[in-house]
């Protein structure tokens, strides 16, 4: 079974702190994503990456950054949390060829107060 | 641009109805993908079905099948006969003919069935 793997299931941190949000995958995916979900908005694309080193930005990437410095593990940052992204993060993965599905985490919960 | 369209933000029904999730789609590009996914209240996305542009043919699988229909651009979900376990927020999403292109979500479609 393919596996995507989000550090934490819930997370609660101040405004103005550096946030690291981890996503690991078994399955040597090539791409991997990262997307915030908002009721109503449904989910919104941040980063994401179809090679290791390699990263490209989604619709909302104002305030976030990443890294993907090998090929299972692809980082959401936040460099100074605010409170408007109090959020839903999801993490995804899927193969390069043939526009396959993709492949979810749980969700990080992020609560920035 | 893309754009992907859920016109019914809830939905209840009583269990053993069917019940059918509206999708709505615009893209300019003549190759593109169609998916279904289902997020329970664990909150894990979970792959339904994917659909490319060129095969319109309806799918059953179960109690699930799809409608799909080019000419009003729409990718409609039916679950027959409902059960408790289908409670979930269902998203419909939108891709262009490579891995490289974005996903584009729809705002979801959340579904109560009721015992």
């Known amino acids: 079974d393919v596996k995507v793997t989000q550090s934490s299931r819930y997370l609660v941190k101040r405004t103005g702190e550096k946030v690291f949000l981890e996503c690991v995958q078994d399955m040597d995916h090539e791409n991997m994503f990262w997307y915030r979900q908002d009721p109503g908005l449904g989910l919104r694309l941040i980063y994401f990456s179809y090679d290791v080193k390699m990263k490209e930005k989604g619709d909302i990437p104002e305030g976030y950054s990443v890294s993907r410095e090998k090929k299972e593990r692809f980082s959401l940052i936040l460099e100074s949390a605010s409170t408007n992204q109090t959020s839903m993060y999801l993490c995804?993965?899927?193969?390069?060829?043939?526009?396959?599905?993709?492949?979810f985490g749980q969700g990080t919960r992020l609560t920035v107060v | 641009a893309q754009k992907v369209t859920q016109a019914q933000t809830e939905i209840s029904v009583v269990e053993k109805e069917d019940v059918t999730l509206d999708c709505v789609y615009e893209?300019?590009?003549?190759?593109?993908?169609l998916f279904w996914y289902k997020q329970p209240p664990s909150g894990e996305l979970v792959f339904l079905i994917r659909r490319n542009s060129f095969d319109e043919q309806n799918e059953i699988s179960g109690r699930y099948s799809w409608n799909f229909q080019k000419s009003t651009s729409s990718f409609n979900f039916t679950i027959t006969a409902s059960q408790v376990v289908d409670s979930a927020v269902y998203f419909c999403?939108?891709?262009?003919?490579?891995?490289?292109?974005?996903?584009?979500f729809g705002p979801g479609t959340s579904l109560s069935v009721i015992p």
């Open positions: 893209t300019r590009d003549t190759t593109y993908y």
């Open positions: 995804a993965s899927s193969y390069r060829q043939g526009n396959t599905e993709a492949f």
């Open positions: 999403a939108l891709s262009g003919k490579t891995s490289y292109d974005k996903v584009i």
